[in-house]
């Protein structure tokens, strides 16, 4: 159950667009659409942002996007604002029936 | 509205045990899966432990596998995670969180701190 991979960290100025990875495996990311991604600003809980590769809860903005091929799926955020500045995890199924979070990606509004 | 309240945590000794409970509200607790998901201080977060929304299914990370236990009371909307054989390496804060398909955790509580220190 190794932990996905993340880039540690990205950054962007407001206004513009970053991509965020994360890479695992065909037991993970590879295996199925179970893929959600989750953002958390310091000392708060962690909030869903996508769920099933691309599906946003109610009350995410459409600026959030996901994608998935092989076993690399991605996090786009459009628009960058200052308040995006947050923690960034994905997290996926796996085939042994477990979860997986990534390491976690800082995200700096510049 | 959909709350999640953890409690149980503490300071403790390697080898001690604790039982975590995660009281919620605002939605049928016997409909939905519910997961413990941790995250030590500075650290990522980690997946812990699941059961399914009868209780008859659970599974657990490798790293706390024959240690932990993961319980529900539907009657009591009350989701449990019994913590044995401690280690310094379990120290963290430790979440219940819903689940609205398989990975999208959509409600977490505020977390409640285990920290396991001789």
């Known amino acids: 159950q190794s932990a996905l991979t993340q880039p540690p960290s990205v950054s962007g100025s407001p206004g513009q667009s970053v991509t965020i990875s994360c890479t695992g495996t065909s037991s993970d990311v590879g295996s199925n659409d179970r893929v959600s991604w989750f953002q958390q600003p310091p000392g708060t809980a962690p909030k869903l942002l996508l769920y099933e590769v691309n599906n946003r809860p109610s009350g995410v903005p459409d600026r959030f996007s996901g994608s998935k091929s092989g076993n690399t799926a991605s996090l786009t955020i459009s628009g960058l604002k200052a308040e995006d500045e947050a923690d960034y995890y994905c997290t996926s199924h796996t085939t042994s029936v477990t979860w997986v979070f990534g390491g976690g990606t800082k995200l700096t509004v510049l | 509205q959909v709350q999640l309240v953890e409690s149980g945590g503490g300071v403790v000794q390697p080898g001690k045990s604790l039982r975590l409970s995660c009281i919620v509200s605002?939605?049928?607790?016997?409909?939905?899966?519910m997961h413990w998901v941790r995250q030590s201080p500075g650290k990522g977060l980690e997946w812990a432990a699941y059961v399914s929304p009868d209780g008859t299914s659970k599974h657990y990370a490798d790293s706390v596998k024959g240690r932990f236990i993961i319980s529900r009371d539907n009657a009591m909307n009350t989701l449990y995670l019994q913590v044995s054989g401690l280690r310094v390496d379990d120290t963290a804060l430790y979440y219940c969180t819903r689940e609205i398909a398989i990975g999208g955790f959509d409600y977490w509580g505020q977390g409640t701190l285990v920290a396991v220190s001789s």
């Open positions: 605002g939605f049928t607790f016997s409909n939905f899966g």
